[in-house]
């Protein structure tokens, strides 16, 4: 039995960064997971989204004017550069990397470790920074704001629980 007047020598991890850590971890599970597809097999997702294409263009095209399913044409073809065969394998490739990163900064997080906090940021830096490179253009652009967004509140949560790492 333990002397319930001793210390507890083992750190407590709080909720939060519980919380934060079993975000992490599921969220970049389901991205690597998802990246999967574009590093192997490249092939079936140009198809699919092909097939997804002419479903919306033929779906548009009964309720839509003519000029406005042009503007919707251009903005297909703009995003056709995400998914050619090298483009798919590359951002596949570096998007696993990025989630293998993150899941081991958040273990360590987990197990109260500093160094996954700097996993964790490099990972994410990974992540920013790879559609940028990749795609380039507005589309890239897009991509790596939004993920520049996401990336900054997570950090910023995991900040905040840097007094617990050791």
């Known amino acids: 039995m333990q002397n319930p007047f001793e210390e507890n020598q083992t750190p407590i991890r709080p909720t939060f960064l519980t919380v934060l850590c079993i975000l992490t971890l599921t969220w970049n599970a389901y991205k690597f997971y998802g990246a999967i597809p574009n590093t192997f097999t490249p092939e079936k997702v140009m198809e699919s989204k092909e097939q997804a294409n002419e479903m919306i263009t033929e779906m548009l095209s009964k309720y ?66 790879a559609p940028i490179i990749i795609f380039g253009g507005q589309i890239g652009w897009s991509i790596g704001i939004m993920s520049f967004i996401a990336s900054a509140i997570f950090v910023g949560l995991y900040t905040l629980n840097l007094k617990y790492l050791s």
């Open 64 to 129: 839509m004017k003519e000029e406005d399913l042009e503007k919707v044409e251009e903005s297909q073809a703009e995003t056709a550069k995400m998914f050619e065969k090298d483009n798919l394998v590359l951002s596949g490739g570096i998007s696993l990397i990025s989630s293998l990163l993150l899941i081991l900064g958040a273990i360590w997080m987990w197990g109260l470790r500093k160094k996954g906090f700097w996993v964790y940021l490099a990972g994410n830096a990974v992540g920013v920074l």
